[in-house]
């Protein structure tokens, strides 16, 4: 690996998360007296290994433009998609002409604020020579069964299922180039799938079970657990 090569981060934000039934977006719900995304990015930014964080927000968010963090020097605003996807292709056009197509991406949701640095120096060290790339993601423990309706059709054989977190790590032409190809597919759910679909094989790295996704209103007070424990 050259020393040129930079790494960026990239956190898609524009979602409303529905399933949180609450007044505002999930990524801004207090947790532990700052905001989700502030926890999140001030992860990312302490991390001390990205030339620049770009967060795609909603242009009509009345919420990012009050918090400091996004008046941040190494804080990147562009503007977010519909979709996932959408979000993640407009905060790499942001990068343009900061950004090499050599350089690696990390892209990591803006709903995971227990991300740590131990786990995102694992995530370059293990793939920094990879010609690919790949995710943060853990094997699953449960029973997994395959269901159509409300009746289940078999179980799967969980030695090959593992559930897919993030950071997400891609070459930065790379992925850009497999967003904007599959713009507008369903079936772009993260970065992996992108690459995927091109035929590609991203690796997987082992993260730690704390990462968590906040999605409901129960995740806020296990999210605030695993802040005081780690």
Partial sequence: MTESIQFWAVVPAAGVGKRMQ???????????????????????????VFGAVAVAVSTEDPYWPELEVSRHPSVITAPGGKERADSVLSALKSLHGQADDGDWVLVHDAARPCITSE??????????????????ALSSHDTLKDVQGSSIVGTLDRRHIWRALTPQMFRYGMLKAALTEAEGNPAITDEASALELKGFKPKIVEGRADNIKITRPEDLALAMFYLEQQ
Avoid: C, M
């Fill in 119 to 136: 786990d995102i120096r694992k995530l370059i060290d293990t793939l920094a020579d990879d010609p690919i790339g790949g995710i943060l």
């Fill in 22 to 48: 609450s007044d505002r977006p999930k990524q801004y719900l207090e947790l532990a007296g700052k905001t989700v995304i502030e926890r999140t990015l001030n992860r990312l930014l302490e991390a001390g």
